[in-house]
């Protein structure tokens, strides 16, 4: 076959004679007219490129049909695959997108809670310091101010009794705000 050898006209006369009929039919299938050119272009570079281990073993026409059918099949995979890769990149970024209002609302809320604790007693704000940020136990704060575990205790009741009256005044807009 002239094909193997690498005779251009004989690959430009099969290129001549089949082009057009593939095209329709891969145009029928596909419903896009430039990505069914697109599709005949790639089967015929393929066939150039390869042209070297060129094997028919039924008719030309058959080849070719045959040949553009895996070419239509792989295609729409390649769509499936780009939708499915589009729609997880979208959850993805609905995903960050709720995210990051999540931690505008938490920015927030941190920012109401610290001007609630801004509002303790010297006192009562070195206890719930030491108890919510430094983890200490109520025997540890205890020892450590030399008071009470009781008082320790009084102290922390207060303290959570102020946050949470300056929260319920200060973040009424949170009600409004829903979480996602």
């Keep these: ?3 193997k050898k690498g005779d251009r006209d004989a690959f430009n006369c099969i290129y001549g004679r089949y082009w057009e009929e593939l095209f329709f039919c891969a145009l029928k299938k596909l419903g896009d007219k430039q990505e069914a050119e697109d599709i005949i272009q790639d089967l015929f570079v393929s ?3 390869k042209r070297a281990d060129f094997e028919i073993t039924s008719s030309l026409r058959s080849y070719l049909f045959t040949a553009l059918k895996y070419k239509i099949i792989n295609c729409f ?7 499915n890769h589009l729609a997880s990149l979208k959850h993805a970024f609905d995903e960050l997108d709720c995210a990051t209002e999540n931690n505008l609302h938490i920015a927030e809320v941190e920012k109401r809670v610290e001007m609630g604790i801004n509002k303790l007693s010297p006192k009562v704000k070195l206890v719930y310091q ?9 025997d540890e ?5 030399e ?5 320790v ?3 922390i009741s207060k303290a959570l ?5 300056h929260l319920i005044h200060n973040c009424f807009w949170l009600i409004f705000t829903p979480f996602v």
Excluded: D, F, G, P
Aim: charged fraction near 30%; glycine fraction near 0%.
């Design 1 to 3: 076959m002239l094909l």
């Design 47 to 49: 066939i150039w490129m």
């Design 141 to 145: 704060i205890a020892e450590k101010l």
């Design 153 to 155: 205790k009084n102290q």
């Design 77 to 83: 995979e390649s769509k499936k695959v780009r939708r």
């Design 147 to 151: 008071v009470s575990k009781q008082t």
């Design 130 to 138: 030491l108890s919510r940020n430094e983890h200490m136990s109520l």
């Design 161 to 165: 009794k102020v946050i949470k009256a």
